[in-house]
């Protein structure tokens, strides 16, 4: 999983229980913890959290390999996002770090038509800083948690990153 809210992690119960053992359960640190109800957010927890039976079964720090693809730190969003690079044919899956409905955005401020992403962003300095990190990866394609996959997004990416840069700066 990117990351740990609901809309991301809610079916995880109902598919570990169909599919057993031979599912893998991966999730960022960071998340797994808050899962558990470890008090690692200042202030307010943004974004909806699941009550999950399944516990994850490898706690993701960033740099591990599953398969072809490879674990990115992209924390901000939730402090333990992660984005997953597959090195067989660049594309990223990059969670809630962008959306792409109504063009490609960073969901930090709601300059978006779709705001619930934006709703759940924890850390709106650490999303920025994660998209500027997965934009140098030059990815073939974007998959994103809401909205269509964008085919090479390199521009769109950076584009966003701009407007996040303006609207953050006031």
Do not use: C
Not at 51 to 58: A, E, F, H, S, Y
Not at 103 to 118: D, E, K, R, S, V
């Amino acid at each position: 999983m990117t990351h740990g809210h609901s809309d991301h992690a809610g079916g995880v119960d109902t598919l570990k229980n169909t599919l057993g053992d031979s599912v893998t359960v991966y999730l960022g640190d960071q998340d797994v913890r808050v899962l558990a109800g470890e008090a690692i957010i200042a202030g307010k927890r943004r974004g909806s959290w699941p009550t999950l039976k399944t516990k994850p079964d490898v706690r993701l720090a960033g740099g591990e390999r599953i398969g072809s693809l490879e674990v990115i730190p992209s924390p901000g969003h939730t402090p333990g996002h992660m984005a997953f690079l597959d090195t067989r044919d660049g594309l990223l899956f990059a969670g809630d770090t962008f959306t792409t409905f109504w063009g490609t955005a960073i969901p930090n401020f709601f300059l978006q038509a779709f705001p619930l992403a934006a709703m759940g962003t924890q850390d709106r300095d650490a999303i920025l800083e994660s998209a500027r990190s997965l934009a140098q990866l030059n990815p073939d394609s974007l998959a994103v948690g809401h909205g269509p996959v964008v085919r090479k997004p390199e521009q769109a990416m950076r584009r966003a990153i701009r407007r996040s840069e303006r609207k953050r700066a006031g």
